[in-house]
Nanobody, 123 residues
Framework: QVQLVESGGGLVQAGGSLRLSCAAS????????MAWFRQAPGKEREFVAA????????YYGDSVKGRFTVSRDNAEATVYLQMNSLKPEDTAVYYC????????????????WGQGTQVTVSS
């Protein structure tokens, strides 16, 4: 079992930056593919970014490509999401997720989820 705890959310103006963190505990973190998803009110959960177990492979949703960067520190059992050039449409609850097999853009591939952290971008 893996427990995930997100942090770093908050209120920021459009054009600003935030860095989200997801701290993992439990089974070996380095064996998991990790991802970030987000969900805005009234909308479906959206894939944001994923990173392979070694950190060498990363994938991004089209809406965040070029603005967001996912990274991980296996020694610290933490995955990060650096968010730059934020837009009001980035407002959502951001969730960290872990997959024991391989990463995917599909939320159903992930067995473990954090509780989410709110990101609000004002115009």
């Amino acid at each position: 079992q893996v427990q995930l705890v997100e942090s770093g959310g908050g209120l920021v103006q459009a054009g600003g930056s935030l860095r989200l963190s997801c701290a993992a505990s439990g089974r070996t973190f380095s064996s998991y593919a990790m991802a970030w998803f987000r969900q805005a009110p009234g909308k479906e959960r959206e894939f944001v970014a994923a990173i392979g177990w070694s950190g060498s492979s990363t994938y991004y949703g089209d809406s965040v490509k070029g603005r967001f960067t996912v990274s991980r520190d296996n020694a610290e059992a933490t995955v990060y999401l650096q968010m730059n050039s934020l837009k009001p449409e980035d407002t959502a609850v951001y969730y960290c997720a872990a997959a024991s097999t391989h990463g995917s853009r599909w939320y159903g591939a992930y067995e473990h989820w954090g509780q989410g952290t709110q990101v609000t971008v004002s115009s």
